[in-house]
């Protein structure tokens, strides 16, 4: 993504009115909010702007982040943004200028009346959306990146203006929720190999990967999980890499074998019991 993060405020617009700018998308990347926690899926966004257009303007909001930021439609600002950096078709909506770069518009006015305010507006904008359906805090909490999320929030409840979506007794049952989520997934981890003996399986892997390759039949597995678990992933599957062998599948495959190895002999009685209780 091109975005050297010099932020440049645009001219504060009036605060009891709105107004649509356009606005060059290099410039606008740089709003970005660095603190925000909205986690995104940039790759649907950008379908759905490729198919429908951008008719959903990001909001420049001066008394978020330092110099001002993106209070709402970071998201849909890093998908345009990718957009262009790969050569996808310019979105209706879109303007260009004479040097062919991309204008996006961006909406300006009725400003937060100070930074604290900024914050909470911008994860109620967010969360408003989930409530009055039945979902739970910790359905909401789902959005966000959860490490972000309980930062912003801790910072919100110090400064005594927690947003509207979420209160202080909740805030507290999510900060539980993560310590308890964190060390369920902790005590789950089995005991690993060596490093040795793993870097021999994850040798053995590829041998075999190379010498027979991959069958499109082979079942796939693909799942989401919560960021916090993901680091637990990377951080306990490091031993499995290698250069040129780098992502998820070398590790999820190298994890599976060491556990196979480690608990074959247990694996093996369970299904000698098994099977000699079908035959009675």
């Not at 999510?174 to 190999?193: G, N, R, T």
């Not at 010498?211 to 599957?237: A, N, Q, S």
Request: charged content about 30%; glycine content about 6%.
């Amino acid at each position: 993504m091109a975005n050297t993060k010099k932020q440049i405020q645009p001219d504060v617009v009036s605060d009891d009115q709105l107004e649509i700018r356009y606005v060059l998308l290099q410039e606008a990347v740089k709003w970005l909010w660095d603190d925000n926690p909205k986690s995104h899926d940039i790759g649907a966004i950008c379908t759905v702007i490729a198919r429908d257009g951008f008719n959903d303007p990001p909001k420049f909001e001066p008394n978020l982040g330092e110099n001002g930021a993106i209070i709402y439609g970071n998201g849909r600002l890093e998908a345009l943004d990718w957009m262009r950096d790969n050569n996808w078709e310019r979105p209706n909506g879109i303007r260009v200028d004479e040097h062919g770069r991309w204008l996006i518009p961006v909406i300006f006015g009725v400003n937060a009346k100070n930074k604290t305010l900024a914050k909470a507006s911008a994860i109620d904008h967010n969360s408003l959306t989930m409530m009055g359906g039945g979902f739970s805090v910790h359905d909401i909490s789902r959005l966000y990146k959860p490490d972000t999320y309980l930062g912003v929030l801790d910072q919100l409840l110090f400064e005594g203006e927690m947003p509207v979506s979420v209160d202080a007794e909740e805030l507290r049952t999510l900060h539980h929720f993560a310590e308890e989520s964190v060390s369920s997934a902790s005590s789950m981890i089995p005991e690993l190999d060596t490093s040795a003996n793993a870097k021999a399986i994850a040798d053995d892997l590829r041998e075999q990967l190379d010498r027979v390759g991959v069958d499109d039949r082979w079942p796939m597995i693909k799942c989401k999980l919560r960021p916090d678990l993901y680091e637990i992933f990377i951080d306990i599957t490091d031993d499995f890499t290698s250069e040129g062998h780098d992502n998820d599948e070398t590790r999820l495959s190298g994890l599976l074998s060491t556990y196979k190895n480690r608990y074959r002999d247990e694996i093996a009685h369970v299904l000698n019991e098994y099977n000699e209780g079908d035959e009675e």
